[in-house]
Nanobody, 121 residues
Framework: QVQLVESGGGLVQAGGTLRLSCAAS????????MGWYRQAPGKQRELVAI???????NSADSVKGRFTISRDNAKNTVYLQMNSLKTEDTAVYYC???????????????WGQGTQVTVSS
């Protein structure tokens, strides 16, 4: 089993910054892609940013130039640095990891519990 534990959410004024962290623990062979998704009230969950094990990244147009995703493979941790936050960034942010699991190497998708990010005007 794999657990993803997020931290770093909170309340911030527009224009401010936050840094989210997500640490993976448990028993697994390796972690492939890691990413951040968000879900605002009344909206579907959407991709914010994703990073491969090799460090290639992709992000939503709405956050390009403001958010940066990174990871520390030695710590099995992914980060989301959020700058120039806007009120429309308010959402629950979820960490996601695509993991190769024992005993047969099955690829499984795991989610964190979510962390609230609220941006006030």
């Amino acid at each position: 089993q794999v657990q993803l534990v997020e931290s770093g959410g909170g309340l911030v004024q527009a224009g401010g910054t936050l840094r989210l962290s997500c640490a993976a623990s448990g028993t697994f062979f390796s972690i492939n892609d890691m990413g951040w998704y968000r879900q605002a009230p009344g909206k579907q969950r959407e991709l914010v940013a994703i990073i491969t094990s090799g460090g290639n990244t992709n992000s939503a147009d709405s956050v390009k130039g403001r958010f940066t995703i990174s990871r520390d493979n030695a710590k099995n941790t992914v980060y989301l640095q959020m700058n120039s936050l806007k009120t429309e960034d308010t959402a629950v942010y979820y960490c996601n990891a695509v993991v190769k699991t024992p005993p047969w190497g099955s690829i499984r998708n795991y989610w964190g519990q979510g962390t609230q990010v609220t941006v006030s005007s």
